[in-house]
């Protein structure tokens, strides 16, 4: 089974074709492997892409990647790296990895933008190496972790690495994977990309604001005094915060203690989760 690690470097710019900002990919680097008791590197891709949107780039990108205006004047178009991408991985039935979904929902929209592409000519299999690994090595917390925290963690010697370049964190990346490599576990995680995977990565999750929401079940949150450990009681009605988040306030029937208790809802593609959280309610001060 061949692997395909990738990452993308961009930098952010107003399109005037849609009337908005566009991460415009100005690198692509990848690197193509297998597995057999360490990975075993089989093709590199290492490109500059000349930007169409914009030739300034911007002094975040410049101090993060150390990349030039003159670097990017030898590069390829982005349609022709595609091109050549495709050429490379996207006859085979290889499984795409990057680190964060975030990169290959930017490539999409260069794909859509550049090419007018409904989808990436090469991806036929996807997994985000990111939360894999992050799950693997046992790192935790819902939020991603950099590529280098991960790469400590995981006992990965980086400094003969250029942090933010496109084929050197793909390099860092495989490395990782390497470390927690499971293939069954990559199998699992693995998304087919059909139409069902462009819809799930392109949907943007927002708060359930509508108390009416099916998914919305506010009579039925339950909430406990931290002092005596008894259920305490809602005593006002639900408001909804700006910002999307419902609030009430609980009292103890022991120690007459309140709380603010708060509870968001978030949609997903595929489904809809619940966070509540509470505080002590802070009185109010007499004039």
Not at 19 to 28: D, K, L, P
Not at 58 to 86: C, M, P, Q, Y
Request: overall charge positive; charged content about 25%; proline content about 3%.
């Amino acid at each position: 089974m061949y692997y395909v690690m990738m990452d993308f470097e961009w930098n952010t710019a107003y399109a005037y074709k849609r009337s908005g900002f566009i991460n415009e990919i100005i690198e692509i680097g990848a690197v193509v492997f297998e597995y057999d008791n360490g990975i075993r590197i089989i093709d590199r891709y290492s490109e500059f892409i000349k930007p169409k949107v914009t030739k300034k780039l911007t002094g975040r990108v410049k101090e993060l990647t150390h990349i030039s205006n003159t670097d990017l004047k030898t590069g390829k178009s982005f349609a022709e790296a595609i091109f050549e991408l495709t050429s490379m991985v996207g006859r085979n039935d290889y499984t795409v990895m990057t680190w964060g979904t975030t990169d290959i929902t930017t490539l999409l929209d260069n794909c859509r933008y550049f090419m007018g592409l409904e989808s990436i000519p090469f991806l036929k299999n996807y997994m985000d190496a990111q939360s894999f690994c992050q799950k693997k090595l046992d790192i935790p917390g819902n939020n991603q972790i950099s590529l280098s925290a991960a790469a400590e963690k995981a006992g990965i010697d980086i400094s003969e690495f250029s942090a933010h370049r496109a084929y050197e964190d793909s390099m860092v990346a495989a490395l990782c994977l390497e470390k927690c490599f499971d293939a069954e576990e990559i199998a699992k995680r693995t998304s087919v990309c059909d139409d069902a995977f462009y819809r799930k990565i392109t949907f943007k999750k927002y708060k359930i604001t509508d108390v009416n929401d099916p998914n919305v079940h506010l009579d039925s949150i339950k909430a406990f005094c931290p002092d005596c450990n008894k259920e305490t009681r809602c005593t006002t009605k639900w408001r909804l915060k700006f910002g999307g988040t419902f609030y009430s306030v609980y009292k103890c029937p022991v120690c007459g203690k309140t709380y603010n208790v708060n509870v968001t809802y978030t949609r997903y593609a595929d489904k809809v989760t619940m966070k509540q959280r509470q505080t002590p309610t802070v009185p109010k001060k007499e004039a």
